[in-house]
């Protein structure tokens, strides 16, 4: 077999075979492969396109690059999942604890954040002392005694998809429905999880800005999910405008604290509590969303969410009073006020724009290797739908660095539109994929 034959097939717009698919995905890992002609091949598949079949050998194949976890020490339906990224999306953090103190375990494996999407290992560690670092004895152990745990992705999951994504990254090839849904499901599946929820984002701050490209990726992914024999149920969410009101680390771990105290903003709180029941649902703990829902806000009141998400940080070395105390956690130095101009609605933010404000800021990474600034980042005042007086503030700018501050406010004026009218507001929930079909809301 040539990687150059298997490069002209897919330029020429042939179908791959799991064999051809194998043998690049081994070549390119074991370094075999070049850059270059890996390269070639991406862009071939970039404008060709992949099967389903092809699709399903491309995600078995980078899994298999690397360590399967083995969960089977964990009692019960393992549930994870997983978000395609977005801009204030701080769910995990609030969403495990609860689900946890439903009686379903746990076992997340996550990522750190790169450009204008922040990543949830980050925003935990705001909380002092609090590791990720754990080792999967520990991890079992841990899902085991209080039902969750968060621990870094290893280096030894789905290798491929890593070295294949960086290059994705400088190649203008990441936004291919195939590679995209090939890429996530091979860390979930490799992950050892019995089943997945996928909350797929749509709009401006996603990858996906379309609602139709984002349904095709949820089936892609639901469709491979259910062919590996793990229950998969995707949710297609509004990314629009960013979830809650904090984008930025500490500033999310706040909000997702006040959330488990059941203070949360309405659009967070009520993702939570949909997601939440989906994961029920998957554990098989309820048979219904309200069921679902019912639960995850009953332990919400009682307070049992809030008492396991201290357990949990505790586990993992974090300091519990800066959870009972939230202005312990990291402040910046300064706040600005962002007032409207206008007096009207605020009929759009652009859930993008604000991203990369934050990032402007330092809550972000631009490289891999840049330092993040836990404290900085942007409070809303106004969701899309709120009126707003001439003066009014939009938003509160948390800085510590002037000239950042200022490159942060260029960004943020394209993020805002104040129209005269009422806009019309976008659902949260767009739809459910599952494979019972697919139902639009
Ligand atoms: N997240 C991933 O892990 N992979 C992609 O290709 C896109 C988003």
Do not use: W
Request: glycine share 10%.
């Amino acid at each position: 077999m040539s990687i150059v034959d298997i490069i002209l097939k897919k330029r020429n717009g042939k179908f791959l075979s799991k064999e051809e698919i194998d043998f690049f995905i081994q070549g390119y890992t074991e370094g075999t492969i070049p850059d270059y002609q890996a390269s070639s091949l991406l862009m071939a598949i970039y404008f060709q396109k992949m099967s389903k079949e092809e699709t399903a050998y491309l995600t078995e194949a980078m899994m298999n690059s690397g360590q399967l976890v083995n969960l089977a020490g964990i009692e019960g339906i393992k549930v994870d999942k997983h978000s395609t990224g977005g801009v204030g999306d701080k769910t995990t953090i609030a969403l495990g604890a609860m689900v946890a103190a439903c009686g379903v375990p746990v076992a997340k494996m996550s990522g750190r954040g790169l450009g204008h999407t922040g990543g949830t290992i980050d925003k935990l560690e705001s909380i002092p002392g609090f590791s990720v670092e754990l080792s999967i004895d520990q991890f079992i152990e841990n899902v085991n005694k209080i039902k969750i745990a968060v621990m870094g992705q290893t280096n030894d999951l789905a290798p491929a998809d890593k070295k294949l994504y960086s290059l994705r990254d400088v190649t203008g090839t990441v936004d291919n429905i195939s590679l995209i849904a090939g890429s996530i499901m091979s860390k979930k599946l490799a992950a050892g999880a019995d089943a997945i929820l996928l909350d797929v984002k749509t709009g401006n701050g996603a990858f996906m800005k379309d609602i139709d490209s984002s349904f095709e990726l949820a089936r892609e992914m639901v469709s491979i999910g259910n062919k590996m024999k793990r229950d998969t149920i995707a949710i297609v969410t509004d990314m629009d405008q960013p979830l809650g009101l904090a984008i930025g680390n500490s500033l999310e771990v706040k909000e997702a604290i006040e959330t488990l105290k059941g203070n949360g903003p309405e659009d967070f709180t009520n993702l939570c509590e949909e997601l939440g029941a989906y994961m029920l649902i998957l554990a098989k703990k309820v048979s219904t969303v309200e069921e679902g829902k019912k639960m995850i806000q009953e332990v919400v009141k009682s307070g049992e969410a809030l008492k396991v998400f201290k357990k949990f940080i505790a586990s993992q070395g974090g300091d519990v009073d800066y959870i009972e105390n939230i202005d312990l956690l990291p402040k910046s130095n300064y706040v600005y006020e962002l007032k409207s101009e206008k007096t009207g609605y605020v009929s759009q933010i652009k859930a993008m724009d604000i991203g990369i404000a934050a990032l402007l800021l330092g809550a972000g990474r631009e490289r891999k290797d840049s330092i993040i600034d836990l404290s900085v980042g942007i409070l809303l005042n106004k969701k899309v739908g709120d009126s707003v007086k001439k003066g009014e503030i939009l938003a509160n700018i948390h800085y510590n660095d002037e000239l950042k501050k200022v490159l942060a406010l260029e960004k943020l004026n394209y993020a805002y539109k104040i129209t005269k009218d009422k806009p019309i507001l976008r659902p949260l929930i767009h739809g459910i994929v599952s494979d019972t079909g697919i139902e639009k809301i």
